[in-house]
């Protein structure tokens, strides 16, 4: 899910060249926003509270409240750095936008066959919001770079570590325009 929260500046997705954009279906973009907004104006004015109530009561070195308080401040404040330095570089592309639905791009629905018969069905999204058990896989995932560009029908190899396997592309969906 989310990159370590310090990443270099420059960085981009991983096992790419940095500038790479990061790719982002509009839903995506909207969840990292709706998070910001969360923890900016919801949870940390919360714990903000805490703290200053915990550091009145006098001891802070033995103060739990205090404590936790501040740890879990430098918490929210990195995720907080973490989601707007992503949201400013983050390339929001429409996949129900996409005109030519017979090629496997970003944000398409992709059904594929291997070779023992078994079909998945995945759908290709931004790295923040892969979630393999749901069946969104990042586009900077083998999957999703073998099947990239593809169209119903094409054969192609996926590399893994357990070794090299034939899948076939079976159906590609777009969302509703």
């Known amino acids: ?35 910001l907004r969360r923890l900016w104006s919801e949870e940390r004015p919360k714990v903000v509270e805490v703290v200053s109530w915990a550091a009145g009561l006098g001891d802070r070195s033995e103060n739990a409240d205090y404590q936790y308080g501040k740890r879990r401040l430098r918490e929210i404040d990195r995720r907080v750095r973490f989601l707007r330095k992503r949201l ?43 979630d393999s058990a749901a ?16 169209r119903v029908g094409d054969l192609v190899t996926l590399r893994t570590p357990q070794g090299s396997e034939q899948i076939e ?9």
């Open 135 to 150: 069946g969104r896989i990042s586009w900077v995932s083998p999957v999703a770079r073998t099947l990239l560009g593809k």
């Open 88 to 130: 400013e570089r983050v390339q929001v592309v429409d996949p129900s936008a996409q005109a030519k639905r017979d090629q496997v791009f970003f944000g398409a629905t992709v059904t594929y066959a291997r070779e023992d018969d078994r079909e998945v069905t995945v759908t290709i999204v931004g790295v923040d919001e892969a």
């Open 169 to 177: 592309v079976v159906a590609i969906a777009y969302p509703a325009a």
């Open 1 to 35: 899910m989310p990159q370590d929260d310090d990443e270099d500046e420059e960085a981009g997705p991983p096992g790419l060249p940095p500038g790479t954009p990061f790719y982002m279906t509009p839903g995506g973009a909207a969840a990292l926003a709706a998070e």
